[in-house]
């Protein structure tokens, strides 16, 4: 496949991919942005997809063969923001083989008796694979913070709750973003920012469509009560954990064809600069081949 342009890429993506936290602001990123591609350009933006979608299953195949690195991808969002489709259309072409997909929901009675890294530490991919997070550990400072009544349940000793408590998750999730850095892993966060207008659409959606009724769920329209504080989490936690090699993409979600196009382009950019490539082969398995064929051959 012809070689993407990564420039072309990275203007694509500039507007959205965060690496400095100071001075972010969630409302500079509209959640109905479409960087200028209109809604009649959906086809076009569809053949991008397949494009995109075509070029990260070979270089897939490159990651497991070549087996150095690993893939971290995170996502974030509110309710019916679009994380499972999007996860399913831009992973689509890529070898289930090498793909890992690990949906956090509430933590189990086991994961409450460890550390709030623990669960997702358990789940990373291995050299050579692409690991999925559907939600993350960036729970413990979304949806923890907002309802302080799950951080109790967690039996911390009284004295390590401190007013400081969110600060030092953020440390914490720095400094184990940053070891798995140093380690070979290439992780790209991705936080699908729709708008709570667009969220009522979905959820209205849901319900009066008897094949989207299984998606509908009461707590989730409950949790609109809170959509600012979440607003407010969700800014503070890409402020203090944005970084050159653990980079947030705020990506709009209002429209699920350009938020599946943006986040396949921040996937191909990220791979692209691991510069992947098969495995070069010595003289000496040349030697082991050309036997091979001869026995191939007379066989």
């Given amino acids: 496949m012809t070689k993407i342009n990564s420039k072309q890429v990275a203007k694509f993506l500039r507007p959205y991919r965060v690496t400095q936290g100071r001075g972010f602001r969630l409302r500079d990123v509209d959640p109905g942005?479409?960087?200028?591609?209109?809604?009649?350009?959906?086809?076009?933006?569809?053949?991008?997809?397949?494009?995109?979608?075509?070029?990260?299953?070979?270089?897939?195949?490159?990651?497991?063969?070549?087996?150095?690195?690993?893939?971290?991808?995170?996502?974030?969002?509110?309710?019916?923001?679009?994380?499972?489709?999007?996860?399913?259309?831009?992973?689509?072409?890529?070898?289930?083989?090498?793909?890992?997909?690990?949906?956090?929901?509430?933590?189990?009675?086991?994961?409450?008796?460890?550390?709030?890294?623990?669960?997702?530490?358990?789940?990373?991919?291995?050299?050579?694979r692409i690991g999925i997070f559907n939600r993350s550990y960036y729970e413990e400072v979304l949806v923890v913070r907002v309802h302080q009544e799950f951080l109790a349940r967690q039996k911390l000793p009284p004295e390590l709750v401190t007013e400081d408590i969110w600060q030092e998750r953020f440390e914490a999730i720095?400094?184990?973003?940053?070891?798995?850095?140093?380690?070979?892993?290439?992780?790209?966060?991705?936080?699908?920012?729709?708008?709570?207008?667009?969220?009522?659409?979905?959820?209205?959606?849901?319900?009066?469509?008897?094949?989207?009724?299984?998606?509908?769920s009461s707590a989730d329209v409950q949790e609109r009560r809170h959509w600012k504080d979440y607003m407010r989490a969700y800014e503070d936690m890409i402020?203090?954990?944005?970084?050159?090699?653990?980079?947030?993409?705020?990506?709009?979600?209002?429209?699920?064809w350009f938020t599946r196009l943006a986040v396949a382009a921040a996937i191909v950019a990220g791979m692209e600069r691991l510069d992947l490539a098969f495995p070069k082969v010595d003289a000496a398995r040349r030697k082991d081949f050309a036997a091979a064929r001869r026995l191939l051959v007379g066989d």
Avoid at 239 to 256: C, E, F, L, M, Q
């Fill in 174 to 216: 720095r400094n184990f973003e940053q070891y798995l850095a140093r380690n070979g892993c290439l992780i790209l966060k991705f936080f699908l920012h729709v708008s709570r207008d667009e969220q009522k659409k979905r959820f209205l959606e849901r319900l009066d469509r008897p094949e989207k009724n299984w998606k509908f």
């Fill in 33 to 128: 942005d479409t960087r200028g591609l209109r809604s009649e350009q959906k086809a076009e933006a569809k053949e991008l997809l397949a494009r995109g979608v075509e070029w990260l299953a070979e270089e897939q195949e490159k990651l497991y063969a070549q087996d150095r690195w690993s893939v971290l991808l995170v996502f974030q969002a509110m309710d019916a923001a679009g994380k499972d489709s999007t996860i399913k259309h831009v992973m689509s072409g890529v070898n289930p083989q090498g793909v890992h997909v690990t949906s956090f929901k509430a933590p189990s009675a086991e994961e409450v008796d460890h550390d709030f890294l623990w669960r997702c530490a358990r789940a990373l991919p291995e050299r050579g």
């Fill in 239 to 256: 402020r203090n954990t944005a970084g050159a090699h653990a980079p947030w993409y705020v990506i709009p979600a209002d429209n699920k």
